[in-house]
């Protein structure tokens, strides 16, 4: 939702924006703009659409400067536009980039104008750069400036901002949006992602909430929420720069599907040994911590939710252990009770998504045991606020719709299942079954990209089509529910998954030559009655796409098996996942939809 990036320094900067902005894609391209001190004024440059007609417009303008801030954004307040765009600036003194939401902008909007000032945006963002204003004409400097803005802000925020008569320095500030900022020699940066800086350096200093810094070429000051100097640990943050470039593929997210066996492997590493999980992965004490849980509670979002959701079942299965699961968004509006011993766990690709912080924020002051975060930044917020953490080791995902990440959540959940079942003795046969199949599920996840042919079949048909319906039972439904999402996500094809079982009790009546039904099968207890619920499809002359592993049990009139590879029966919902990703892929490919950044989505959802 909105990336910023900031750099005060000695050479030229224009260029390194926009390839921080670019990195930054992902988290909204609805417009971008930069702000840069030049020679005798401030360049202000805004475009509507992606980054890349910011960086033609530059190509054109061609502005010179040294320091600057920079903005990609995702539109909450006011359509995409130019003049919504972001920097926004106040009286051509004042410039600010934003990433958040300011709650009570209507009343200092109000406020503002009764002072005179007009706004010519229709976002909330655009009054910090008129408050700035305001306190600068009351003789404050742009660090005090920011100072008594977070005395009026409600909300979350991340904040770079400029002041025309200071032509080195930039001020930051962030409240519950991430900022953090990058140390060279000799210049400083600031961004919402170290992807952005991963070129730049790898010394990093995460803001936290309340912070307020300085940063000039040679210096860096931060102030804290009661406005003390203070110092932030250098983190030492090393990203390979291929993770941020496509590659030979054609799209992130086809490089982040076949990057699965790799990113499995490294979600592994280091967390199992022998015929057992090791001890203490998810932090000092998780071990102890573990013996006294009786009960789960699940927060997340969209994909991550649904693998929440998987687990759920392995967490009842393999450890005895009940689980809760709610939306992030639905979960701290519902008066949630909380029974003794009951663990939070939150899920979170990103960590910054707003309704899973907000989740875990409003645990905090409940009586649960502990909170434990499954994760893929090590850097992000709700990494950090957790009192437990396992970090999913993914590498960056650029992709909007989520793949690997998916994955290694569910080998960090099972991971999870099985610290659990282990700290109170139970199933320790079955634990180490369990292992034995992890450590086999990189080569079995590889086998299953070679399914692409057979997908590429599928894919040319479903494109057709304006609809979908996917089925699967269990543990399997999450997983038709995430192919559904990602076929939604990317392709714009209006897709909705059940439990095959609910089949007959409504979804049956939209069965016709133009509705295609995506069945999750591989076999097991289940299969038998999936089968009879397949056949009512058939019946109604649906075109069905099986995937499984028992071909001889159905004949396809319509349609196509896909026969899956061999995998243990607990882990298949991580090997099922695999097609339908491709499926995804493939149909949004023919359709021609940007499948990187699909209309109105961004990757990291910092709103509420
Ligand atoms: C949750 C999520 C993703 C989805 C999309 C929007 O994000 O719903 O699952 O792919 O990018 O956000 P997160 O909490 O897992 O970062």
Request: with cysteine.
């Amino acid at each position: 939702m909105c990336g910023i990036i900031a750099a005060s320094t000695e050479r030229s900067i224009g260029k390194l924006l926009i390839q921080g902005l670019y990195k930054m894609e992902y988290r909204g391209y609805d417009s971008a703009g930069i702000a840069m001190h030049t020679e005798n004024k401030v360049a202000h440059l805004r475009a509507l659409g992606k980054v890349k007609l910011l960086e033609d417009l530059m190509i054109n303008e061609k502005p010179k400067g040294k320091v600057g801030i920079a903005h990609t954004r995702w539109a909450t307040h006011g359509e995409p536009s130019e003049v919504n765009a972001h920097p926004h600036q106040s009286n051509e003194r004042i410039f600010i980039v934003h990433n958040g939401i300011i709650e009570n902008y209507l009343e200092l909007k109000d406020e503002l104008a009764s002072k005179g000032y007009a706004f010519t945006s229709k976002t909330d963002s655009e009054l910090i750069a008129h408050l700035l204003d305001s306190y600068l004409e009351e003789g404050s400097s742009l660090l005090k400036a920011t100072k008594q803005l977070k005395d009026k802000l409600q909300g979350a925020y991340a904040i770079a901002a400029l002041d025309h008569s200071d032509p080195n320095t930039l001020v930051l500030a962030r409240n519950r949006s991430p900022l953090l900022i990058g140390l060279g020699e000799d210049e400083n940066f600031a961004a919402s992602d170290p992807l952005a800086l991963a070129d730049l350096t790898n010394k990093f200093l995460i803001l936290e909430d309340g912070d307020v810094a300085k940063i000039s070429p040679n210096n860096v000051e931060i102030f804290d929420k009661n406005n003390k100097a203070c110092k932030r640990d250098i983190q030492i943050i090393d990203i390979k720069s291929e993770a941020a470039s496509k590659g030979d593929y054609k799209h992130f997210m086809e490089k982040e599907i076949y990057e699965q066996p790799n990113a499995i492997l490294n979600t592994l590493d280091g967390r199992v040994g022998g015929d057992d999980v090791l001890e203490n992965i998810f932090g000092e004490g998780s071990n102890n911590l573990f013996a006294k849980v009786k009960r789960i509670q699940i927060a997340a979002c969209g994909t991550s939710l649904h693998a929440g959701r998987v687990a759920a079942n392995w967490f009842s299965a393999i450890a005895g252990l009940p689980t809760q699961i709610d939306y992030a968004s639905e979960y701290r509006y519902k008066n949630p009770y909380v029974d003794k011993n009951t663990l939070l766990v939150t899920i979170s690709q990103s960590g910054e998504t707003a309704d899973t912080l907000a989740a875990l924020r409003y645990a905090k002051d409940q009586k649960y045991l502990a909170s434990l975060a499954i994760c893929n930044v090590p850097t992000s917020s709700l990494a950090r606020e957790s009192d437990f953490l396992l970090l999913t080791n993914a590498g960056p995902e650029i992709g909007v719709a989520s793949t690997k990440a998916f994955t290694t959540q569910l080998i960090a959940l099972m991971l999870l299942t099985l610290s659990l079942a282990k700290a109170s003795g139970t199933n320790p046969k079955l634990r180490s079954r369990v292992i034995q199949a992890l450590r086999q599920m990189p080569d079995i996840v590889e086998k299953s990209l070679e399914l692409k042919g057979d997908i590429v079949d599928i894919a040319s048909e479903i494109a057709q089509q304006d609809n979908a319906l996917f089925l699967g039972r269990g543990m399997f439904y999450p997983i038709a529910k995430e192919g559904a999402l990602k076929l939604k996500e990317i392709s714009y094809i209006h897709a909705e998954a059940y439990p095959a079982g609910e089949l007959k009790h409504g979804p049956l009546a939209l069965i016709d030559e133009r509705m295609p039904v995506v069945a999750i099968a591989p076999e097991h207890e289940l299969a038998e009655k999936l089968v009879s619920n397949l056949e009512e499809v058939k019946a109604r002359g649906g075109a069905l796409y099986v995937f499984g592993n028992a071909k001889e049990k159905l004949s396809l009139e319509r349609g196509k098996y896909i026969s899956m590879p061999e995998c243990d029966f607990l882990l298949t919902p991580i090997l099922y996942t695999i097609p339908l990703q491709i499926l995804s892929y493939e149909v949004a490919l023919i359709r021609g939809t940007d499948i990187d950044q699909p209309r109105n989505l961004a990757k990291s959802v910092t709103v509420e």
